[in-house]
């Protein structure tokens, strides 16, 4: 007997109609002789509106409760989600994160997984039963407190959950087909990968790609849990996310990101110890720097530019406002109208020449890059945010194979 978690998100579980289109789907693995763990999200833009409810009673929620409350809304949708199987006549329990022996770590709003006691699921599906977990939820073993795991956490417990059950597939399904070589909103020709390894997802996932939670990714690549990212609202196959894809496309994919802010310290002397602080500062305050630039310096001084999360702006604003005397740097200033758009492909590393393609592209359009960061298979541009979508569209355009490598017939 195989053993599949599905996940299912937020849109696939949005309203009763579709709780009970899912009901269906889950009771029907079961029939076709699966066992099956089925990890849910809240509602729709439920989290969301929770968030919005603590806002409106305090400035800075108390991390504790606004876990208590957050993960409501998971026990919400598993509740329903178990009703409807019932209706349909299959045995069926639900459990929140802490019931379903998910341990984390103490950090409130982003807990790590420490550990899975899977002994609790694994006794009910011996008995027959379809487990539904809460997704995004675990608890800390020391304090008992219930926590959260970061937004789009769902997708970590369910890859989890996989591994520690061993399970023999884990379907992630949202309400789009899968993984695309960039935004299809974006660029309608953009085409659906039937497979993605870990190493590309990461970038992808950590350049804007929205379809998975970035730490799940990690989590997947760690235990060797393969994922399909599929779509749940009909019956294709979406994406397979695993250890090497077969098709070797040099770029697999264009991300872009517009979730973020710039801001640049200018005038810095340029002495040792300087950027320490800084970002000494800025971490301290628990904001997540993603990319760092320092000019080649002029004079004694430099500039450097950074870009956090459009949230932090401000918070990170202070803090280089507050800094910028005691470095008797020039001043400070941020700009939140910026965009991050990266290319994205193992095969970059042999192949040269894909920065040239990009810059070039880019600039034939006359589109300014203000910063630019790579790994060794990504290469990210910031720009202004208002010729973001453009920008997508050439370089997917220049740089991405539109069709997949087609076999010869014999
Ligand atoms: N409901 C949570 C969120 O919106 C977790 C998830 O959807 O995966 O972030
Ligand atoms: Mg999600």
């Not at 950090?107 to 694994?122: N, P, Q």
């Not at 379809?130 to 970061?150: E, H």
């Not at 990968?193 to 790609?209: I, Q």
């Not at 001084?301 to 406002?321: G, H, Q």
Request: some cysteine.
């Amino acid at each position: 007997m195989a053993l599949v978690v599905q996940k299912y998100g937020g849109t696939s579980v949005g309203d009763a109609d579709r709780i009970r289109s899912v009901a269906s789907r889950v009771v029907g693995a079961a029939a076709d002789g699966n066992q099956v763990v089925v990890v849910v999200s809240a509602m729709g833009s439920f989290t969301d509106e929770l968030i919005g409810l603590a806002q409106q009673v305090s400035s800075h929620p108390a991390p504790r409760e606004l876990d208590m409350l957050l993960t409501a809304g998971e026990r919400i949708s598993m509740s329903l989600l178990a009703m409807a199987i019932h209706d349909l006549g299959a045995e069926v329990l639900s459990l929140t994160g802490s019931q379903a022996g998910i341990l984390t770590d103490s950090s409130h709003g982003e807990a790590r997984i420490t550990r899975i006691r899977g002994d609790r699921v694994r006794e009910h599906l011996d008995q027959g039963k379809i487990v539904i977990v809460a997704g995004f939820q675990g608890v800390d073993p020391d304090s008992r407190d219930v926590t959260t795991l970061g937004r789009g956490g769902s997708d970590a417990t369910a890859v989890a959950m996989a591994a520690a059950l061993d399970a023999d597939a884990c379907e992630i399904f949202t309400d789009v087909d899968g993984v695309y070589t960039a935004d299809p909103r974006v660029v309608p020709d953009a085409r659906l990968l039937k497979e993605v390894s870990y190493e590309d997802m990461l970038e992808l996932a950590a350049s804007g790609t929205g379809v998975l939670m970035m730490r799940s990714v990690e989590f997947a690549r760690r235990f060797g849990v393969a994922l399909h990212v599929r779509s749940s609202f009909h019956e294709q196959p979406g994406t397979w996310v695993k250890e090497s894809a077969m098709e070797e496309a040099i770029i697999t994919g264009i991300a872009h990101d517009v979730s973020e802010s710039k801001l640049t310290v200018h005038g810095v002397p340029d002495q040792p110890g300087v950027a320490a602080r800084l970002f000494g500062n800025l971490a301290d305050a628990g904001i997540n720097v993603d990319m760092i630039v320092q000019n080649v310096s002029m004079e004694g001084v430099t500039d450097i530019s950074f870009t956090v999360p459009k949230n932090d702006n401000a918070a990170a604003l202070a803090i280089c406002e507050r800094l910028v005397p005691e470095f008797r740097a020039g001043g400070v200033d941020a700009d939140p109208n910026i965009a991050r758009v990266s290319v994205v492909g193992a095969g970059m590393r042999s192949n040269p020449g894909i920065a040239a393609t990009m810059f070039r592209a880019l600039g034939d359009r006359a589109i300014n890059i203000h910063m630019i960061s790579t790994s060794s298979i990504r290469i990210s541009c910031v720009i202004t945010a208002d010729r973001v979508e453009e920008a997508v569209r050439t370089l997917h355009e220049e740089l991405v194979p539109l069709d997949e490598p087609v076999e010869e017939h014999a």
